[in-house]
């Protein structure tokens, strides 16, 4: 019972670390916009924002720092009435086309959108050719 | 058979994916940011003073005519510590260091520059990474070389090692 009480003691006694950078978060970080439709737009364009600090996450998704900030930036344009389209090419005036997970619809990224059309229709070249050679 | 050649596209696709693969293996990873701002102006901006003996920053501030570096720093980031030495040559050499510190604590700011010395002719605090934002910078430390209009020259990412004094200087000296 008292290896118990010691254990117990010794989760208790623990105090969360401290964030090496801590301070409040900023302004509509973590809170919604009271606006349904506008925290919706929202919450779609930080899904498919980047986060500068983790790279491999989505603001939407990252518990860092810069995340927070970044949130704070769409919520913040997006309550003032600013279009999703126009934040994300802020981001990317600032951060390269990197920083958005959706491919710009030119240069290698219209490759990338073009790739399962062009993928489909040579694929369904190469099938009637088969079947051609089959009646014969 | 007319279409031999075929034969070898799946080989040659294979290759090529193969080829992708051991590309990535072998070429390093370099998951630097760099701020697509570098040649353009700096973004408008005002921020408090970080500490209390040291002016706030603002975006007119920098645009005297006189190239500078704009130093993104935080007491709690070890390499600031690490560039100290570094941005005190820099300033030994005649330029002019104006800063912004990211979110921190005005009591933290002043022990800061009591260890390290104070290189800054202002510092800006940024609470809420607004302004890093504007920035296009992605972390601390960072050095921007900024042009005596405002423009955005350079980007330095990291911490300022000796190596790099005199390349900052030659860029200084070029912006003028």
Redesign the interface.
Known sequence: MKIVTILISFVLLTTPLQA????PA??LANEQLSDGRQEAAAAALMAKLRC??C?GQSIADSDA??A???R??VRQRIAKGESPDSIRDWM?????Q?VSFEPAMRGGGLFLWLAPALLLLAAAWFARGLFKRRRS | MKRRWMLWVPLALFAFIGGLAIYGLVVPHDTTIRSAMVGSKLPQFALPAATDGVDGLATKDMADGKPRLLNIFASWCIPCRAEAPHLAALKAAGTEIDAIAIRDKPEDVAAFLTEFGNPYRRIGADQQLQVQLALGSSGVPETYVIGGDGTILYQHVGDIREEHVSMLLEKLRAAK
């Open positions: 090496q950078q801590d301070g900023p302004p500068i600090q790279q720092p810069m927070a900030a970044m704070a930036e990317i005036a600032r951060y390269g990197w």
